[in-house]
């Protein structure tokens, strides 16, 4: 059966880290860009970073995480990761992992859309 999984998350403390993970099982992760996404109690779901085909080289991050998150992927392990440091409370949120395509238009800025599959999330909570 083809999926992705995440794991990695738990409680840390502000100022913290912690290193998420995004596993393809079923389909080889290669042929895509992988976006993580955050959704936190009564809040819209937010993307927070997307890499491209390791081909491509292209990473985005969000405003909110730039210089704290990075992202990487190892296609030999089938594997997105995720790098937080620096990790503050309103970062915790149920955070998310799926495949999709980076679009470059001829005009403006590359933007990732999500296609095919999603992971059901891990849960990152920043308390102390």
């Known amino acids: 059966q083809a999926q992705l999984v995440e794991s990695g998350g738990g409680l840390v403390q502000p100022g913290g880290s912690l290193r998420l993970s995004c596993v393809a099982s079923g389909f080889t992760l290669d042929v895509y860009a992988i976006g993580w996404f955050r959704q936190a109690p009564g809040k819209e779901r937010e993307r927070v970073s997307y890499?491209?085909?390791?081909?491509?080289?292209?990473?985005n991050y969000a405003d909110s995480v730039k210089g704290r998150f990075t992202i990487s992927r190892d296609d030999a392990k089938n594997t997105v990761y995720l790098q937080m440091d620096s990790l503050k409370p309103e970062d915790t949120a149920v955070y998310s992992c799926a495949t999709g395509y980076v679009y470059v238009p001829l005009v403006g800025t590359p933007y990732f859309s999500p296609e095919d599959y999603w992971g059901k999330g891990t849960l990152v909570t920043v308390s102390s």
């Open positions: 890499i491209s085909k390791t081909s491509d080289g292209i990473t």
